[in-house]
């Protein structure tokens, strides 16, 4: 994936049910809530969208950790409200991966946040960095 | 500890700090997070007064699940109000143990929550429960 | 509803879908975590089942706070489990509803905890119980 | 505050406790989790530090709410690893201020996450942003 500038990869989006423990003295979901939205949604795309559930990253003795994450909140989300996570990778790089994601709001999707983020796969045993192997990769090239 | 009848435990207290996150639209404590109270002091209560910490019983290859919960909430905490919670082992038996607590508020110790509970450890190998050693049972009798 | 002890009460289910954050260093669902499952199932059945959303209670100045859970774990839940909460009131009395509870996992539908809850109608302003009103009651009796 | 930029500000340090449930799969702290140890933080700063409580924004009809965070994960939070949230404000404009952070790891407080995030104070009535009032602009630059 060394010469990727051009390369245009697809969007997906997750459903997320907003849960009354999400709710916070504000009465909107609360702040770091979003991150474990954006996680559900990444872990349901990996499954269904990318052809490589985490499960099997675990069996092949990898894990996924967060190294950045720039969220931009913009829109409080209240109880009942549909939610709706999308997310797209940018590209990846030795051990990590870079995402871009919205989180919408209601039928009509307004954004109530927008972000980036890297996800690195680190070697469940010693914790270290792994460089992502090819086929993985290839699953994450749609 | 077949005949432990007379037995009597000591209790002790741990002070829990009530954090931002733990407070939901009712502007009180979750009542969720009164059972991650709980384990916090059983966390610290093994290290400090049992003299075998959680991370022990996992290099041992056990590990402690909950089986039973019984908790009645009495008042509501809010942010800045000062917790304790106050647990007492009431008895042992096999891969169990039994333990009363209460979740106080206040300079004054105001019962929040009182109940209790059944802790079983189970083997991490396994997930199946393991008898208490007899020189964990030996710490438990203080 | 004093004369009521042969009333039989519907039972009620509700899906529930296992976030990445519910997941403890046991591998399995966080013991609290059940908590919040169930009040989620209460908050869908208060408006599927029967009749009036908890967004209602709060515009009628009333709110809802747990009085008593006692839950008995039985099974693990893991990631990528299928999680339904079944849920049946058992009789009200005063400001309270009793309510029983089956957390079930799979297709299979095993149980993985269950147990039984009060929970108390209260006041907003005052944070005292009220009587539900025969209103709710009445909607109650399915 | 508009000429601003030769301003030094403080910093200031919060202990945070690690509680078990802040524990994920990978056994260390869940990265939602360290947002809520900064906005635990926060609240400590603001009752300890600049002289005004979130208590004391609320009776005034205000509140704060996250508008960005910028966050890198460097390494590794584990139960019993002592945390330190160093935060210290850069500057305020018009309803937001802006602040840098770090999470510290250890007595010897390694760099376990850093960033930088903006608050926004709100109106509780409608949601609206709020210019921050002189006296509080005073209070934060310390």
């Known amino acids: ?7 245009i990869y697809s969007a997906f989006e997750t459903n997320i049910y907003v849960r009354p423990d999400d709710i ?18 990444r872990y349901e795309q990996m499954k269904n969208n990318y052809g490589m559930s985490m499960e099997e990253f675990l ?5 996924w950790v967060a190294s950045n994450i720039n969220i931009t909140y913009k829109r409080a989300i209240q109880l009942g409200d549909k939610v709706t996570v999308r997310a797209q990778i940018t ?13 919408l ?9 927008e972000g980036n983020s890297i996800f690195t796969m680190i070697s469940i ?7 992502i192997p090819p086929d993985v990769l ?3 090239s749609v």
């Open 59 to 63: 069996e092949r003795g990898y894990t």
């Open 91 to 103: 590209g990846a790089k030795g051990a990590q991966v870079f995402l871009n994601f919205w989180i």
């Open 138 to 140: 290839e699953k994450y």
């Open 1 to 7: 994936m060394e010469n990727e500038e051009k390369k």
């Open 24 to 41: 916070d003295m504000n009465n909107h979901v609360h702040y770091s809530k979003y991150l474990d939205y954006l996680l559900t949604a």
């Open 125 to 131: 045993k010693n914790g270290r960095p792994v460089r």
């Open 105 to 113: 709001k209601g039928e009509n999707k307004k954004v109530a946040a």
